[in-house]
């Protein structure tokens, strides 16, 4: 019998039989590995567990504990759930099902609408089939064959996957547990019976392919776990999430709206909000004069040759919107502000002494969103976006990458973020440009992110039509993982427009390019922010950030001077002389979560002081009004995150 060379994470190595599956080799590591084993990667390719190894190759056995095996249990799930859905409903069709970052959904054709009783009943039924321990089988057939099988079902979503299908370069394959049959690429985990813990979360209509022009299915959104201390701890999770929620505190704060009837995915900042975008824009605008930065301002629209110049025309039209035509002429509203910022650079000849030129512009854009993916400020259609560009010679490129990575992190750890993930995105299927520049760019972002002693992962794939990006991950109290910041190489829009400077040899030379947002948007940013913080902003950021409460009307006049005390010390202060008690006014204000309430009543009247009540900590004591002042403005100056 030959043998195979099989390589570990660990690097050590070991020789199996020919043949051997990944299954068999963790048993031969430890029965605790072989128990909780779901998955196996050999040569970097997810494959089931009873795949069976002919050649040396590299091995890695993964459990829930890693991200991928992770998806691949709650993939599974989703197939177990379609199967407990079959059960009630025999005339289901089933769109797609796959994993998502905390779980796995499936879209779903019935005649029902499926109500919370259902999705328990289902929940049920999917733990019932799981003790069966159903195995996951996987078949591979012609495409003739698959459509036939799913013809026979009359499953047109099938059908119409498979129709896309090139069965000559695409290896098409099924899977079968018990009664269930599913179109799928896999892999899965070996059987049911692992799935112990299920939890459907929620339904909700989803369009098929996310085109509102085709029909809409039903999503059931579920979640599964190998404990049950997991899903507590998870259900637990999604508590503090929905108390987190940006759309509930942006209403219970008045910090922002969406007015549906005058177009979904806009945003509409009332002064609460506003007040707390202009703190952000003000630390924003001297934090880029501080770093070299000068600030622009750009058109909204511009004529459609600036967008089949840069090829957003050709390769981002489906998210922009539709011409408008001006004087005979077809103009675009901005979806970036890059070719302005290149139209400034091309009004005058620039020589090497010059860069490199750091250009920043808080930038109102507008994209297509199809409606069922707008999510509050975190999904929109108009959005101001954190923006730079950098222009500069060829040997300043991996120095400017450098001071943009370090720019973000100090930008980040401003605002409390301080664990970020970073990832090197390669060239996207749809792109322009020789790939030996793209290697070259993509070469140069490796270098950086090396020489800062940087982990970073690559995203195959992920880079923009017009070069390769560092993208930054941070995460937040929840510890959930935001995509916000991204620093993209670009050495195509400066051929594209003919972009030049004099070099210091007199010759002309083509500058190169770098493409920065920071906080990404401001809409997202904040959306992100409220729910960081629970809405309960720093001080510093706070849009009230001190409540002066007399505790009857006998002290309004002595409130009064509090307040203006303050007002004219730069607080953002707020004066209560609502005719209630002085036990609902804190109540209130404590919902509200300004950070300090002032009790006003005869004994600091008499004594001049103030009587701090700090949220969610309480009674801080009596204190002078100038030392209360002083107190305040110290942690304001200095931007503390904590109050």
């Given at each position: 019998?030959?043998?195979?060379?099989?390589?570990?994470?660990?690097?050590?190595?070991?020789?199996?039989?020919?043949?051997?599956?990944?299954l068999?080799?963790?048993?031969?590591i430890?029965?605790?590995?072989?128990?909780?084993?779901?998955?196996?990667?050999?040569?970097g390719?997810?494959?089931?567990?009873?795949?069976?190894?002919?050649?040396?190759?590299?091995?890695?056995?993964?459990?829930?504990?890693?991200?991928?095996?992770?998806?691949?249990?709650?993939?599974?799930?989703?197939?177990?759930?379609?199967?407990?859905v079959?059960?009630?409903?025999?005339e289901?069709?089933?769109?797609?099902?796959?994993?998502?970052?905390?779980?796995?959904y499936?879209?779903?054709?019935?005649?029902?609408?499926?109500?919370?009783?259902?999705?328990?009943?289902?929940?049920?039924?999917?733990?019932?089939?799981?003790?069966?321990?159903?195995?996951?089988?996987?078949?591979?057939?012609?495409?003739?064959?698959?459509?036939?099988?799913?013809?026979?079902?009359?499953?047109?979503?099938?059908?119409?996957?498979?129709?896309?299908?090139?069965?000559?370069?695409?290896?098409i394959?099924?899977?079968?547990?018990?009664?269930?049959?599913?179109?799928?690429?896999?892999p899965?985990?070996?059987?049911?019976?692992?799935?112990?813990?299920?939890?459907?979360?929620?339904?909700?209509?989803?369009?098929?392919?996310?085109?509102?022009?085709?029909?809409?299915?039903?999503?059931?959104?579920?979640?599964?776990?190998?404990?049950?201390?997991?899903?507590?701890?998870?259900?637990?999770?999604?508590?503090?999430?929905?108390?987190?929620?940006?759309?509930?505190?942006?209403?219970?704060?008045?910090?922002?709206?969406?007015?549906?009837?005058?177009?979904?995915?806009?945003?509409?900042?009332?002064?609460?909000g506003?007040?707390?975008?202009h703190?952000?824009?003000?630390?924003?605008?001297?934090?880029?004069?501080?770093?070299?930065?000068?600030?622009?301002?750009?058109?909204?629209?511009?004529?459609?040759w600036?967008?089949?110049t840069?090829?957003?025309?050709?390769?981002?039209?489906?998210?922009?919107?539709?011409?408008m035509?001006?004087?005979d002429?077809?103009?675009?509203?901005?979806?970036?502000?890059?070719?302005?910022?290149?139209?400034m650079y091309?009004?005058?000849?620039?020589?090497?002494?010059?860069?490199?030129?750091?250009?920043?512009?808080?930038?109102?854009?507008?994209?297509?969103e199809?409606?069922?993916?707008?999510?509050?400020?975190?999904?929109?259609?108009?959005?101001?976006?954190?923006?730079?560009?950098i222009?500069?010679?060829?040997?300043?490129?991996?120095?400017?990458?450098?001071?943009?990575i370090r720019?973000?992190m100090?930008?980040?750890?401003?605002?409390?973020?301080?664990d970020?993930?970073?990832?090197?995105?390669?060239?996207?299927?749809?792109?322009?440009?020789?790939?030996?520049?793209?290697?070259?760019?993509?070469?140069?972002?490796?270098?950086?992110?090396?020489?800062?002693?940087?982990?970073?992962?690559?995203?195959e794939?992920?880079?923009?039509?017009?070069?390769?990006?560092?993208?930054?991950?941070?995460?937040?109290?929840?510890?959930?993982?935001?995509?916000?910041?991204?620093?993209?190489?670009?050495?195509?829009?400066?051929?594209?427009?003919?972009?030049?400077?004099?070099?210091?040899?007199?010759?002309?030379?083509?500058?190169?390019?770098?493409?920065?947002?920071?906080?990404?948007?401001?809409?997202?940013?904040?959306?992100?922010?409220?729910?960081?913080?629970?809405?309960?902003?720093?001080?510093?950021?706070?849009?009230?950030?001190?409540?002066?409460?007399?505790?009857?009307?006998?002290?309004?006049?002595?409130?009064?001077?509090?307040?203006?005390?303050?007002?004219?010390?730069?607080?953002?202060?707020?004066?209560?002389?609502?005719?209630?008690?002085?036990?609902?006014?804190?109540?209130?204000?404590?919902?509200?979560?300004?950070?300090?309430?002032?009790?006003?009543?005869?004994?600091?009247?008499?004594?001049?002081?103030?009587?701090?009540?700090?949220?969610?900590?309480?009674?801080?004591?009596?204190?002078?009004?100038?030392?209360?002042?002083?107190?305040?403005?110290?942690?304001?100056?200095?931007?503390?995150i904590?109050?």
């Amino acid at each position: 019998m030959n043998k195979v060379e099989i390589a570990f994470p660990d690097g050590s190595k070991r020789e199996f039989e020919s043949g051997t599956t990944a299954l068999q080799i963790a048993e031969s590591i430890s029965p605790k590995l072989a128990r909780e084993a779901l998955v196996a990667k050999i040569d970097g390719i997810l494959r089931d567990l009873d795949y069976p190894i002919h050649e040396n190759a590299s091995l890695q056995i993964l459990t829930f504990n890693e991200p991928e095996g992770r998806e691949t249990y709650w993939h599974s799930t989703s197939h177990l759930m379609a199967h407990a859905v079959l059960s009630f409903y025999p005339e289901a069709k089933f769109g797609v099902g796959p994993a998502v970052e905390t779980g796995f959904y499936y879209d779903i054709d019935i005649n029902t609408k499926l109500t919370e009783e259902d999705l328990s009943k289902i929940e049920k039924r999917m733990l019932e089939i799981a003790k069966q321990s159903n195995k996951y089988k996987r078949s591979e057939l012609s495409k003739d064959d698959a459509v036939k099988l799913f013809s026979e079902k009359e499953d047109q979503y099938k059908l119409e996957i498979l129709s896309e299908l090139d069965d000559l370069k695409e290896t098409i394959s099924i899977y079968n547990e018990g009664e269930f049959v599913d179109l799928c690429t896999g892999p899965h985990i070996p059987d049911t019976g692992k799935i112990k813990y299920v939890k459907l979360l929620s339904v909700s209509g989803s369009y098929w392919r996310g085109n509102e022009h085709n029909k809409q299915l039903q999503r059931i959104y579920g979640v599964s776990f190998p404990k049950q201390s997991m899903l507590d701890d998870y259900i637990k999770f999604l508590e503090e999430a929905k108390r987190r929620d940006h759309r509930k505190l942006g209403r219970q704060l008045d910090l922002f709206s969406i007015q549906e009837e005058s177009g979904p995915g806009l945003i509409y900042w009332h002064p609460k909000g506003a007040r707390v975008r202009h703190e952000i824009e003000s630390f924003w605008k001297q934090a880029h004069y501080e770093n070299g930065y000068e600030l622009l301002y750009s058109p909204h629209i511009g004529k459609s040759w600036l967008w089949e110049t840069s090829g957003h025309l050709e390769n981002y039209k489906e998210n922009m919107y539709a011409p408008m035509s001006i004087d005979d002429q077809d103009y675009f509203i901005k979806p970036m502000n890059c070719p302005f910022h290149i139209m400034m650079y091309k009004s005058k000849l620039w020589s090497y002494r010059d860069l490199p030129l750091r250009w920043a512009e808080l930038g109102t854009v507008y994209r297509y969103e199809k409606s069922g993916v707008l999510h509050g400020l975190l999904r929109v259609r108009g959005f101001t976006q954190d923006d730079a560009h950098i222009f500069c010679a060829q040997e300043q490129i991996e120095d400017e990458i450098i001071e943009v990575i370090r720019f973000s992190m100090y930008m980040w750890k401003s605002f409390g973020f301080d664990d970020l993930k970073f990832y090197i995105a390669t060239k996207p299927e749809k792109a322009v440009g020789d790939d030996n520049l793209w290697e070259k760019a993509i070469n140069s972002l490796k270098l950086a992110m090396q020489k800062e002693n940087l982990d970073y992962e690559i995203d195959e794939g992920g880079g923009a039509f017009y070069g390769p990006k560092i993208d930054i991950k941070i995460k937040d109290a929840l510890k959930r993982e935001w995509q916000m910041s991204t620093i993209q190489f670009d050495f195509n829009l400066p051929e594209r427009f003919d972009m030049k400077y004099i070099g210091e040899d007199g010759k002309e030379h083509r500058p190169f390019m770098v493409h920065r947002a920071l906080l990404g948007s401001l809409e997202r940013f904040m959306g992100v922010l409220i729910e960081h913080f629970a809405g309960a902003f720093p001080v510093w950021l706070s849009p009230v950030q001190v409540a002066v409460i007399p505790i009857s009307e006998h002290f309004v006049d002595y409130a009064k001077d509090v307040n203006e005390k303050l007002k004219k010390n730069g607080v953002r202060s707020e004066l209560d002389m609502r005719n209630e008690k002085i036990g609902y006014k804190i109540r209130d204000w404590e919902t509200h979560k300004v950070p300090f309430m002032l009790i006003l009543g005869e004994k600091e009247k008499e004594s001049s002081t103030v009587s701090v009540r700090q949220h969610k900590k309480g009674d801080l004591g009596s204190k002078n009004i100038d030392e209360f002042i002083g107190f305040i403005l110290n942690l304001i100056s200095v931007k503390s995150i904590n109050n």
